[in-house]
């Protein structure tokens, strides 16, 4: 047996490249190896609030809607640092952007322990969120860079390891939550991320080779005469669609627990479903990713915005336990490509040395997205006592998305695929 695949890619990541093999090198996927062990580890911030959740609400004795905003506040956060630390990558590299981002992180969930209300502690989740945002906009932009080919696919392992964490930490996290209560879990993850993220960010100290950069600028910019579009205009389009996608996402991913304890199941039960509902959509990501070098970001994206639509409108008849776990399942399978996609189609008609920001700016929109679907279903549950309408308007959100992707498909003929061999 050889040495294992981190250990071998670590080994790569100090050794020299030509310029010629930038693209789909072996260093690549040695980066590439680096950089989902630090999405794994750093995305945790994302979902650590979601376990907490009925904890946290029945120790302040607040509503549905008011426990909720830890959350909330967290994807706002979580939204602004994709695109404030995509900006910082682009010029200081993604070595010191992630350092200095798993500091902030760790300061949050000190604070976020000794947190006395639920205003507080939603505050104090705002920084968490802004920390954490480092392993995932920033870190799928700054991968990208390294791979043309095999971009779909590159892109979609460093985005899996959002739901990795997603999957994993929620069902490490309810242990401690039980024998020890949810500041414990805050105390524990402070010293995970700064013990596990800093090491690794310092092996990804390399930048890009300039005449790599250059290539991949021109390549950009015959896709995007292509379409007729501007860089402008093109974001403001990719931040409706993923405002509309993942307030239709955050429906099933953040109240998932909180429907189950309602159903009386519990909060274990709805933790796995949401791990089962993670771990589809590591699947579905991989297998987009797959997609997306055969057809595109935007094609990936709408298949992917159609899919999860159905699955939507199957939640609402399940309402017993094998068929909630059969349909968080069928929903991971479903949306785990979509917002990958929004990260290629930045890739292939926006400027490369700009990817960072323009990567991040649409992540946000997608983030702000999240934390607006996440406050707006608790608000209706609290209003009609039940999830039913809160899926609905999920549904209605998703036809957004899809409207975006078939405008921006209409508008583009002839889209490039990859560099020609002689850039």
Known sequence: ??????????????GEMSE???????YSWARLAVTLAIATIGNVGMW?????MPAVQAEFGVSRADSSLPYTLTMLGFGLGNLLIGRAVDRFGMSTALIGASLLSCSGYLAAAASPSILILSLVHFVIGLGSAASF???????????????????AVAASGNYLSGAIWPMVLAGVLLDNGWRAVCLA????????????????????????????????LANRAASGL????????????????????????????????DRGFGPAVGAEMLSLMLLGGVVSRLISGLIADKLGGVLTLLIGSVLQMLALFLYLPAGGLVSLYVVSLVFGLAQGGIVPAYALIVREYMPAREAGAWVGFVIMATILGMALGGWMSGWINDLT???????????????LNIAVMLFILTRTRHPRRDIPAAA
């Open 1 to 14: 047996m050889g040495r294992p695949i981190l250990v071998r890619a670590i080994s790569l990541l100090g």
């Open 20 to 26: 010629q093999l930038v693209f789909d090198s072996r």
């Open 48 to 52: 650590s609030v979601i376990v907490i």
């Open 137 to 155: 906009g920033p870190l799928i932009a700054d991968i990208s860079h390294w791979f043309q080919r095999r971009r779909g696919i590159a892109v």
């Open 189 to 220: 993850l402070a010293v995970i991320v700064t013990v596990l993220v800093i090491p690794l960010a310092l092996l990804l100290r390399r930048r890009v080779p300039e005449l790599s950069m250059a290539a991949a600028g021109n390549f950009s």
């Open 230 to 261: 501007s860089p402008r205009t093109l974001a403001w389009l990719l931040a409706a669609a993923g405002l509309g996608c993942c307030v239709a996402m955050s429906m099933p991913q953040v109240h998932i627990v909180a429907l189950c304890v």
């Open 385 to 399: 006592g039940s999830y039913q309408l809160a899926f609905l308007n999920g549904i209605v959100w998703n036809a």
